[in-house]
């Protein structure tokens, strides 16, 4: 059956030396069912684990494994031709070692040249035993290839090749296949969908002061509402972000302004009210000392009680005064009975949307470059989504609000 999020798209599938390598067949093969022409690509060592004629064979194409092929052309630049050709380059089963290269330029296979050499997407699939995973020179590569602007899909957790429990392996074919289909979707749309809207998105953690030199704050990065902000404007949109006190980069097109505490947040987004679209992705304190002395506290022999005061609820001061038309999508981190205090949270704030993500998940949340959320509509719609990264987590949230939305117009 086609797929047409891979119908028709060229994709290089690279494969490492792990034990996982097994299951790159099932992928080309579900790849290619789902329309894709899938070019093989193998590292020395991953012919250990499985023959290039199984992949090949499936493929219908040679499998690559040299950079210099005892071909009969005598060209040696088909690393650039085929990194030109692919609307995507996936690695999986991608070993500590591949990650290391990729993580310093190397190009002394097929792959890696080709990975260098490639103006496409790049995803990679880490596959490897727990303590190999969590060394600290893999999180390292792995925040590097990050900053490259590669797709990272985090390994799972479960029973590993050497016989321990632990996170390292590589997700199942289907799982890969459908994460494919979302990121190259993600990745390779021209959409303007939200030309002529202005959309509001509040990101980040908020601070509220105890002294001059003290704050209450939360672990909120701000990366998910910088990626919704970023794909909003992608999509044509008028974009501001109001920003807690956050260590990101602006996207382009989008107008940000700074805010500290709760009470600024609420101050400037009632400047933004008339927003077609709200995204409310801001961590925003609860509670705020009562009163933030100007000098700095001194510390005494008694225990200390701060005084809290609730902070307004900047959301809901904007469902209160919900304007006909006007789309408000609120987030919610749980720990437990996500779904039922999500949905709570949807009606008393008046919201038509609530992102259900869950705190206490690998993978989820704050201070991560992936997060796995549910979308809870007010009309009773519920959509669940794979582990992605953040990007492609925010472009298929504004897929399914403004479908929907358009289909009420
Ligand atoms: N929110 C807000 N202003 C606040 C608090 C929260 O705009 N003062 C928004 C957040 O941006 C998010 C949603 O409301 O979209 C979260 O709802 P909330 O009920 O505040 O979540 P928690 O603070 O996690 O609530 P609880 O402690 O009840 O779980």
Redesign the pocket.
């Not at 902070?311 to 904007?318: C, E, I, K, M, Q």
């Not at 999508?329 to 749980?334: I, Q």
């Given at each position: 059956m086609t797929d047409p999020r891979l119908d028709g798209k060229k994709l290089i599938l690279g494969v490492t030396g792990s034990i996982a390598a097994y299951k790159a067949a099932e992928l080309v093969r579900l790849l290619v069912r789902a329309g894709a022409e899938v070019q093989p690509m193998m590292t020395a060592d991953a012919t250990r684990f499985i023959a290039p004629l199984t992949l090949g064979t499936l493929a219908k194409r040679q499998v690559l494994i040299q950079v210099f092929p005892e071909n009969q052309d005598g060209s040696w630049t088909k690393h650039v031709d085929l990194g030109l050709w692919a609307d995507g380059l996936v690695i999986a089963p991608a070993t500590a070692n591949t990650l290391a290269k990729l993580a310093n330029g190397f190009c002394d296979s097929m792959l890696t040249a080709t990975v260098l050499s490639a103006r496409c997407a790049v995803l990679v699939c880490p596959a490897m035993d727990h303590d190999m995973w969590t060394h600290p020179a893999t999180k390292a590569n792995v925040d590097r290839l990050r900053s490259f602007g590669y797709t990272i899909l985090d390994p799972e957790r479960g029973e590993l090749a050497s016989g321990l429990i632990g996170v390292g392996r590589l997700p199942e074919p289907e799982t890969i296949a459908a994460f494919i289909g979302e990121w190259l979707e993600s990745r390779t749309q021209v959409n303007r969908s939200l030309e002529g809207k202005k959309v509001l998105v509040?990101a980040g953690p908020t601070r509220e002061a105890i002294d001059p030199v003290r704050f209450l704050s939360n672990g909120s990065t701000g990366t998910m509402g910088f990626a919704l902000a970023d794909a909003a404007a992608r999509r044509g949109a008028d974009v501001v972000l109001l920003a807690g006190p956050v260590d990101l980069p602006t996207p382009a097109g989008v107008d940000r302004e700074d805010v500290v505490s709760?009470d600024d947040?609420?101050r400037a987004?009632l400047n933004h009210a008339d927003a077609d679209l709200v995204i409310?992705?801001?961590?925003?304190?609860?509670y705020a000392p009562a009163t933030a002395g100007e000098q700095k506290m001194k510390k005494a022999d008694e225990d200390l009680v701060l005084q809290l005061r609730r902070?307004?609820?900047?959301?809901?001061?904007?469902g209160e005064r919900k304007q006909n038309g006007q789309v408000l999508?609120?987030?919610?981190?749980?720990t437990r009975n996500g779904e039922a205090?999500a949905r709570g949270?949807l009606e008393?704030?008046n919201l038509d949307w609530?992102v259900l993500n869950h705190a206490n998940e690998a993978g989820a949340g704050f201070g991560t470059g992936t997060n796995r959320v549910v979308l809870l509509g007010a009309d009773g719609s519920r959509h669940e989504l794979p582990m992605m990264d953040k990007a492609a987590v925010a472009a298929r949230l504004l897929d399914l609000i403004t479908a929907q939305e358009t289909a009420k117009e």
């Open positions: 509040t709760a947040l609420h987004a409310a992705a801001a961590a925003v304190a609860d902070t307004p609820d900047v959301l809901a001061a904007l999508v609120g987030f919610a981190l749980e205090n949270k008393r704030k609530i």
